[in-house]
Nanobody, 122 residues
């Protein structure tokens, strides 16, 4: 499966942004999906994950209550709605897919997009 992110950009602190991840080449409805991010000089970290059906989601503590992950199997697209953004949310956001159960472990995801840059100004 191929994954392509879009929707990144520059936003002021307190603002909102939605990034998307379009999938092709596989049965999207079978995949558990996740978002990870990597800030400059830091390791890539887990942000949010969603089950193949979209019925269950879980989040890193740092984004809980501010970010919402969703999955539209009819459009083969994964979303991450980011609200009340903070400068520390600045990072490259990448989506990932797995045919196994959704986890927060990046090594569990064999399929990755290239990432989209999100920059939050103070």
């Amino acid at each position: 499966v191929q994954l392509e992110e879009s929707g990144g950009g520059l936003v002021q602190a307190g603002g909102s942004l939605r990034v998307s991840c379009a999938a092709s080449g596989g049965h999207f409805g079978s995949f558990s999906m996740a978002w990870f991010r990597q800030a400059p000089g830091k390791d890539r970290e887990f942000v949010a994950a969603i089950t193949w059906s979209g019925d269950n989601q879980f989040y890193a503590d740092s984004v809980k209550g501010r970010f919402i992950i969703s999955k539209d199997n009819s459009k083969n697209t994964l979303y991450l709605q980011m609200n009340n953004l903070k400068p520390e949310d600045t990072a490259v956001y990448s989506c990932a897919a797995s045919l196994r159960r959704s986890t927060w472990v990046q090594d569990d995801y064999p399929y990755w997009g290239q990432g989209t840059q999100v920059t939050v100004s103070s």
